[in-house]
């Protein structure tokens, strides 16, 4: 039947370039993507090269882009944290020009310490005055370059929540929200605007697919047949349409080389014909597809440890996988399975005997996968002045300055010794009296011994009218700078301290101690 369906639609498409064969061709527009997965989207072809819509309806075509005024609405000032609860200014931005500040933000080091990735997140979620432009176009550019980090990042429920106050008008945004709603698993939602509005489809294939998905599929292979013949369909993605509109011939195919790219939007073709794709080799955000109760525990035990490791995910929920069930095999994710199940236990009991011999293992388990500020946030605090016996104790200590109480664990826990004098000294912002044996104990106690009092030179000409752009350089120096180029991370933490954002600095140069985190 599906087989007949598209004879027919190649048939009709056939009728439908004879009835338009003066009108130019339209090219295929390449993807407008600022990440590479990103959907296929926004193909702003001159309208002359379209099939006109009274022909065509409902089978994704591009609307005319409108010459915006400098005085417009912007997306840039939208946030999900006012100003006022993130203690920075509104004027963050500065006389930055907004492309430049889009690039900054897209060319950050995704592999940030927790405390300058928390900070980040802050910056990208801030509700901030937009920066300067130039002229229209480069409107929105920032709010998108926001929204594609929180996708880099895995963090798919505040880039919802940022895209949710845009509104789904404008071709670039909505391409985003479409992305995100297949793989948060709310492709209904998404198809159901591109149901209202038929030309916000960001491609043909995503036209495609809510029609099917909408129960039409009779107009789902019109289309597939018009945009094929059009050659509005890249010869990648005619196969995998073709099995995803027939699925006799899907059971019938042999297995599909995957996608290059995978999209969303392919990812979820391939699990609609039965083959689904690993998320442990495609970018963070897919994660998110596998903490639904469909899939096994395992793969959502590894997708929440990835989404942890990057900060985006709610360490308890990490916790309440782990703690489902006994690990009933051995290796290294049951290993963390079965330690930090041993360790909740034994602190919920408040047997000390029994977190002192659970403690070292849990935490040998999660440092082989960079989990310790997960393990951290969940139990640092508890730890923390607890009559602990041998590695125990340190680790118990170095766990709980990981922790927004830092500096009053610090007084509750200090050890007598040179580390933990300096850590100590770090998390009180003072670091004169402390010792430092090793080249970064002794770059970091310099940055701490006295208040900064100007910042370096790299950032000259930034301050004070580029605020927000040196503390993402700022961010960038010290994240670069752990792997060995010390001076560079000084400048950065003195940078931090000098703009008032002392506690991300002391939270920063513990975590390079603790975490050992030097590329």
Not at 312 to 324: F, H, I, K, Q, S
Request: with cysteine; net charge negative.
């Amino acid at each position: 039947m599906g087989t007949e369906r598209r004879a027919l639609a190649a048939s009709l498409a056939g009728l439908l370039i004879l009835a338009t064969a003066s009108a130019p061709r339209a090219e295929v527009s390449q993807p407008m993507s600022a990440i590479d997965w990103l959907s296929h989207s926004v193909a702003n072809a001159p309208r002359s090269g379209q099939i006109p819509d009274e022909t065509i309806t409902g089978t994704g075509g591009i609307e005319d882009i409108a010459v915006l005024s400098l005085d417009a609405p912007s997306a840039d000032t939208l946030g999900l944290l006012p100003a006022e609860r993130t203690g920075l200014p509104r004027t963050l931005w500065g006389k930055t020009p907004e492309p430049e500040l889009a690039q900054a933000l897209r060319a950050m080091p995704l592999d940030q310490l927790p405390a300058l990735q928390s900070l980040t997140m802050t910056l990208l979620l801030a509700e901030l005055n937009p920066p300067e432009i130039a002229e229209p176009s480069q409107r929105n550019q920032l709010f998108l370059a926001r929204v594609d980090r929180l996708l880099d990042m895995g963090a798919l429920d505040q880039a919802h929540a940022l895209l949710s106050q845009a509104g789904t008008n404008n071709p670039e945004i909505f391409r985003r929200s479409f992305d995100v709603a297949l793989l948060l698993g709310q492709e209904r939602r998404a198809c159901k605007i591109i149901e209202r509005s038929p030309s916000i489809a960001p491609s043909y294939a995503a036209r495609i697919f809510c029609l099917a998905r909408n129960g039409q599929w009779d107009l789902a292979e019109l289309t597939f047949g018009t945009g094929k013949v059009l050659g509005q369909i890249p010869a990648s993605e005619v196969s995998l349409l073709e099995q995803f509109l027939d699925p006799m011939l899907a059971e019938s195919a042999e297995e599909m080389t995957p996608p290059d790219p995978v999209t969303p939007l392919s990812y979820k073709m391939m699990e609609a014909i039965g083959q689904p794709l690993p998320t442990s080799v495609l970018p963070l955000a897919f994660a998110q597809a596998d903490l639904t109760e469909n899939n096994g525990w395992k793969s959502q035990l590894e997708a929440a440890e990835r989404l942890a490791r990057a900060g985006v995910l709610d360490p308890n929920r990490l916790l309440g996988l782990y703690t489902e069930r006994k690990a009933a095999a051995s290796g290294a994710l049951w290993d963390r399975v079965s330690a930090v199940s041993d360790l909740d236990k034994a602190l919920a009991a408040g047997d000390a005997k029994a977190v002192s011999r659970a403690l070292p293992r849990a935490y040998t388990a999660m440092a082989e996968e960079e989990l310790e500020p997960v393990l951290a946030a969940l139990f640092g605090d508890q730890l923390s002045g607890m009559a602990l016996s041998g590695k125990a104790a340190r680790l118990a200590f170095e766990l709980s300055l990981l922790t927004p109480a830092y500096e009053e664990n610090a007084r509750t826990g200090a050890e007598a010794d040179p580390r933990g004098d300096l850590l100590a000294g770090l998390a009180q912002g003072d670091t004169s009296q402390a010792r430092a044996r090793s080249s970064l104990g002794r770059a970091l106690k310099d940055v701490f011994d006295t208040p900064p009092t100007a910042a370096a030179d790299r950032y000259e000409g930034l301050l004070p009218d580029q605020l927000g752009l040196a503390i993402i350089e700022a961010i960038g120096d010290v994240t670069e700078g752990a792997k060995g180029d010390y001076p560079r991370v000084q400048d950065g933490l003195r940078l931090l301290r000098f703009v008032g954002l002392e506690s991300t600095a002391r939270r920063a140069a513990i975590e390079l101690l603790v975490l050992e985190r030097r590329g």
